[in-house]
């Protein structure tokens, strides 16, 4: 596997994928999060199933499933922001001298700086005093660097909002829409997935092995016909619907299913079709910069 200096060619190389992973994953406090949820699709046209039904997922057993248990040649989705804004200031911390140059840089800061901290959270970092400076913190506390409004958006993430979708900045860890604590402990398990599995589009694409990709779980909703704020399925009837609108047989019936379960399984789903598309691999925007800076959310155009 290589890291941060491929070119641009090489980072968009079509991959014929045999499985198809999607994580729905959680920044939450605690060792175990009802939030997390893995789901798997062993072939395009096969039925999504859960690993490990029933179970209450700990972020440190995700990791360890990556990479000891992942199947071989399996595009991952994993549900998060793989990196901070880098492009619109130059940094990702403007003004700070240990502000890291690019995204496995800033991985291993945030692991650092929260490493004596269990479960892979990431508080330590976010009350660092130079990181604080640039986050919309719980309890009303904002940054004097986080911008009014919005907060500052990553490329992918303007490109989202293009498409229509809702992005909130990874800066911002308030309001039920967010996902900068999810992104931030993510990013501990992407530092330690370094040399195991490679990310795309910060690692030249494997051949063979498997890849991880960051996703958007609300674009598999799309893809299936779900409209703009109802992709959040928590009944078996809507989900087997929304897989059937994509083509795939119904889910292996759940003793109890939420709408984490259903976004891992969809999502898989939606790998599994369009995980092979050469097409998605070179969006326009993505430079190399971007690439191993901000990264990319897959499937966006």
């Known amino acids: 596997m290589s890291g941060g200096t491929v070119s641009a060619t090489s980072r968009t190389s079509p991959r014929r ?20 949820a893995v789901a798997l699709v062993s072939g395009a046209g096969e039925a999504p199933q859960l690993v490990r039904p029933g179970h209450i ?30 492009h619109d200031q130059g940094a990702y911390f403007p003004g700070w001298a240990e ?11 945030v692991d650092r700086i929260a490493a004596d901290e269990p ?8 009350d660092h005093p130079e990181v604080a400076r640039h986050l919309r913190r719980p309890g009303g506390r904002a940054g004097d660097l986080f911008p009014p409004g919005r907060g500052r958006l990553r490329v992918t993430e303007e490109h989202q909002r293009a498409a229509g979708l809702s992005p909130v900045s990874n800066l911002n860890l308030v309001g039920a829409a967010q996902v900068g604590k999810a992104s931030l ?13 490679s990310v795309w589009p910060m690692d030249q694409l494997p051949a063979p092995g498997s890849v991880m990709v960051e996703i958007y779980t609300t674009l598999a909703a799309r893809a299936a016909g779900i409209q703009p704020g109802r992709s959040k399925l928590r009944d078996a009837v809507a989900l087997d619907a929304a897989l059937a609108a994509l083509g795939s047989p119904a ?18 789903v939606w790998l599994s079709i369009v995980g092979n598309d050469a097409n998605l691999w070179s969006p326009p925007a993505l430079t190399p910069m971007l690439a191993i800076t901000e990264g990319w959310t897959f499937g966006i155009v």
Request: net charge negative.
């Open 17 to 36: 994928f045999r499985h198809f992973a999607a994580i729905d994953w959680s920044g939450a406090v605690g060792e175990r999060q009802r939030g997390i």
């Open 57 to 86: 997922w700990s972020r440190a057993e995700v990791l360890h499933w990556l990479l000891t248990d992942l199947p071989t040649d399996t595009l991952v989705g994993m549900d998060l922001g793989a990196a901070l804004p880098f």
């Open 119 to 126: 479960h892979l959270a990431a508080n330590r970092f976010v």
């Open 251 to 268: 889910h292996s019936p759940l003793a109890r299913l939420d709408d984490h379960q259903a976004d891992a399984l969809l999502a898989a």
């Open 99 to 109: 502000s890291p140059a690019d995204a496995r840089a800033l991985w291993a800061l």
């Open 185 to 197: 402990t993510g990013m501990r398990v992407l530092h330690r997935l370094s040399g195991h599995l």
